[in-house]
């Protein structure tokens, strides 16, 4: 006994198709049962996709229209203006940001943040550290945020400064190329950035 052809049926639903499949094969013609195996697969397809969205708002990285949930939850001011990768970097900074203030916690949260390698270095006789940003190249986009979350890390008493990294000329002269070959490459300052 062979299995009734769904591509056959002309069905468009993927779950359609399954159910089709289980059918005997006296039903391969059937125009009634292929309307009725095509309807209910689309609410099966909406069903299994409406699913897939709720589970994705359960893990930060995959959240979209559960983010104000997570906001909510952890206290953060709720911004729909905001980027959403933005949104969800202050959400995963703030479940990073749990614990003894230390140099990993700050650069588990700014890495957060700057989506790149974070430095931080103290100088405990100025009562300050430092957050160097290694693999960024300029200001991060949401800095203000970065802040503000390490504002709320850091005792009180230390105050906290911020190294950004630019595409300086000496980095190109470690390059060993000259003048006329950055101009015949005809390079835009993001790809010599890039390039550097």
Do not use: C
Request: aromatic share 12%; proline share 4%; charged share 25%.
């Amino acid at each position: 006994m062979s299995v009734p052809s769904a591509v056959n049926a002309g069905l468009t639903s993927e779950k359609g198709r399954e159910m089709f499949s289980f059918l005997p094969q006296y039903y391969e013609t059937s125009r009634v049962m292929q309307a009725d195996m095509q309807s209910k697969g689309t609410e099966m397809d909406l069903l299994v996709q409406a699913l897939d969205e709720t589970l994705d708002q359960f893990f930060v990285r995959t959240a979209t229209w559960g983010l104000g949930y997570w906001e909510q939850e952890l206290g953060i001011e709720i911004d729909r203006l905001k980027p959403v990768e933005q949104r969800r970097a202050v959400v995963e900074s703030k479940l990073r940001g749990a614990g003894k203030f230390s140099g990993r916690l700050v650069s588990n949260v700014a890495e957060a943040y700057a989506g790149g390698k974070v430095d931080v270095s103290f100088q405990p006789e100025a009562w300050s550290f430092t957050v160097s940003f290694v693999d960024t190249m300029g200001i991060p986009p949401n800095i203000d945020d970065l802040k503000r979350a390490i504002d709320d890390l850091k005792p009180a008493h230390m105050a906290v400064e911020y190294e950004y990294r630019y595409l300086i000329w000496d980095d190109l002269d470690n390059k060993q190329i000259t003048w006329d070959e950055l101009d015949a490459a005809s390079l835009t300052w993001t790809e010599l950035e890039v390039w550097a």
